[in-house]
């Protein structure tokens, strides 16, 4: 069933319109991703599809009686709000405690919150479960989600995840989270230049697919040029090729990176940076450190002994206030241990990128807080001027001219890197760096990462980026030391989910849950054992297979004409005759991947 149309909508703020003549609807059981470049259009297409926001041009509609739910960036509640009114209104407690949606929802999102705490006064992070909980408790036809893992640590996205997917809710998702929109989206839509793009699949599928689409506009572009572009032109006219389901492009798009090689040489990496910072970078030896004081004094690490060496690429994982800035800011030296010591390498040039933006002169021009620090830096094998790197993170032409004053928190937290990245330094600290970035951006700022010679330790709960530029994980698990995860980002959600690891202790004077709350009881993984399909439905199968095997024959068959067309591109006849067999083999190869869709439809 139709939830909701958009027919030929525009919205401007400006000269530059956001949404130019967009049409396109959301289905029941649709769960589509959002992505582009900040300040492209995806919270206004968010605000316009929830009509939160009214098109200058163009309509939109919702069916009858649509329970809609939205999540905006900013979180508002009433003045005097608690969890408890936030979230479960009136309703008794023993109303609320037998319904188990609330239940996982107040266990996965708000479980070390009292229901009676005022909002007022809370962090971030705080207020931004309370306002998922507040989303997810009621039923829903559609969720509506602008950036919902902000201020989310790692377990929380992983809990996300988890309950978008189980629920089965129509879903319109916006962030720049690449794991979690794999895990909970099937279809992307790409907001650019005023268009919305559309694309079958999650991030991974859409990379695949814009990928491929970049190879063909590549292909068609170079034949365009040559001499008997005319004849080509010809060639070309006729129906545009169907889409499908990116089923049959799985063998394409994995021709398109059969030649890409590791996105980092890690021996040639290390051996630059050992020749760059020598044996020790850092040597942690029986280190305590405490937070606080009086009541409230916290012990984070006790005993703690860990080392660094060069070229490791580390990821720092822990739940908040596990003590994941505190040790960084022990090995920057702006934290003094209690006990233990320190020893830093002598070669050690280091730079810590913090949560907080640095203080810089609002009148100074972008370009020129950048040159300040260094003109050109080689990165890789390769050398870079500050314009070329500032326009690879996203600062075109006049924009790097731009007072810093007028700049945007994304746009600052962009300049900050590159700013940390001029003083080519060979350590680098990075708290929660991908806060405020584009999807556009953090693959910029990964490749020159990937080329980046040196000791890297990042924090981060965007765990696509932790996994992307790490080669190891370590945790912080509330027992006053680093604990090695051979398995990575899973085995510290396992762990935390078996209860191996204590949670860090509270400080004294903290408020305690009023009412205990128990998540509903865990369901069993999916994988398991499947029943065995019936006859009709293994003759359908077998069906399928066949119908692919006859299209990846017919795939074969159009990719040696085309060949053929390029080699007898001056033979008027010869072009003629190909051009008849490619329209045949086109035609059967969409009759093909109809049947096959249908098919696969009833099979399910």
């Excluded at 609002?362 to 020129?368: F, I, S």
């Excluded at 762990?495 to 509270?506: F, H, L, T, W």
């Excluded at 119908?547 to 007898?568: C, F, N, P, S, V």
Aim: hydrophobic share 40%; glycine share 10%; no cysteine.
């Amino acid at each position: 069933m139709n939830l909701i149309n958009l027919e030929n909508v525009a919205k401007s703020y400006g000269p530059k319109p956001l949404l130019d003549a967009v049409s396109l609807g959301l289905d029941e059981g649709d769960r589509v991703g959002v992505v582009g470049r900040n300040g492209g259009g995806k919270s206004t297409l968010v605000s316009v599809v929830a009509r939160e926001t009214e098109p200058d041009s163009g309509r939109v509609t919702h069916t009858r009686g649509l329970r809609l739910g939205l999540l905006s960036q900013r979180d508002e509640f009433p003045e005097g709000a608690t969890v408890r009114s936030v979230v479960l209104g009136d309703r008794a407690e023993h109303e609320w405690a037998g319904d188990v949606r609330a239940r996982d929802v107040l266990g996965g999102l708000v479980p070390d919150l009292d229901l009676d705490a005022p909002l007022a006064g809370m962090s971030g992070g705080e207020r931004r479960r309370v306002a998922l909980a507040r989303l997810l408790v009621p039923d829903s036809d559609l969720l509506l989600l602008d950036e919902p893992t902000n201020h989310l640590d790692i377990e929380a996205i992983a809990w996300l995840a988890r309950h978008l997917k189980d629920r089965g809710t129509a879903l319109l998702v916006v962030t720049h989270d690449r794991w979690f929109l794999d895990e909970v989206t099937e279809r992307t839509w790409e907001v650019v230049d005023g268009r919305v793009e559309r694309y079958e699949g999650g991030y991974s599928a859409y990379v695949l697919a814009k990928a491929e689409r970049s190879r063909i506009a590549a292909a068609t572009e170079a034949k365009r040029q040559n001499l008997l572009r005319k004849e080509l032109a010809w060639l070309r006219r006729g129906p545009q090729a169907r889409t499908s389901k990116p089923k049959f492009r799985v063998d394409a798009a994995q021709a398109l990176i059969a030649d890409e090689p590791p996105p980092r040489d890690a021996v040639e990496l290390t051996r630059f940076a050992t020749a760059r910072l020598g044996k020790t970078v850092y040597d942690v030896e029986d280190v305590t450190v405490a937070v606080g004081e009086g009541d409230t004094r916290r012990t984070l690490f006790d005993g703690m002994t860990w080392r660094i060496g060069p070229g490791d690429r580390i990821g720092l994982v822990g739940v908040n206030g596990s003590g994941k800035s505190t040790l960084l800011r022990l090995l920057d030296g702006s934290v003094a241990p209690l006990a233990g010591k320190v020893v830093r390498g002598k070669t050690v040039q280091l730079a810590h990128l913090s949560q907080n933006l640095e203080d810089l002169d609002p009148a100074r021009r972008v370009l020129e807080s950048v040159e300040e620090i260094r003109r050109r830096i080689t990165v890789g094998k390769r050398e870079w001027t500050a314009s070329q790197l500032l326009e690879r993170l996203g600062f075109q032409g006049d924009r790097q001219w731009t007072p810093i004053g007028d700049l945007s928190g994304g746009e600052r937290r962009r300049l900050q890197i590159l700013r940390l990245l001029m003083g080519e330094p060979n350590v680098l600290l990075l708290d929660e760096p991908t806060n405020d970035l584009d999807i556009e951006t953090l693959t910029e700022v990964e490749d020159l990462l990937d080329g980046w010679p040196g000791t890297l330790l990042v924090v981060s709960h965007d765990r696509y980026f932790l996994e992307r530029i790490t080669d190891h994980v370590v945790a912080l698990l509330g027992d006053g030391r680093v604990s090695m995860l051979p398995g990575g980002v899973d085995e510290y959600l396992e762990r935390r989910a078996a209860g191996d690891a204590p949670k860090p202790a509270r400080s004294a004077g903290a408020a305690t849950p009023a009412a205990k709350v128990a998540p509903a009881a865990a369901k069993p993984k999916a994988g398991g054992a499947k029943p065995k399909a019936g006859g009709q439905d293994w003759k359908a199968r077998k069906e399928l297979d066949r119908l692919e095997r006859r299209l990846e024959k017919l795939t074969g068959q159009e990719a040696a004409l085309h060949e053929q067309l390029a080699a007898h591109a001056t033979d008027y006849t010869k072009l003629q005759e190909l051009d008849a067999r490619l329209k045949d083999v086109q035609a059967e190869a969409a009759a093909v991947e109809e049947e096959w869709l249908m098919l696969a439809e009833d099979v399910g």
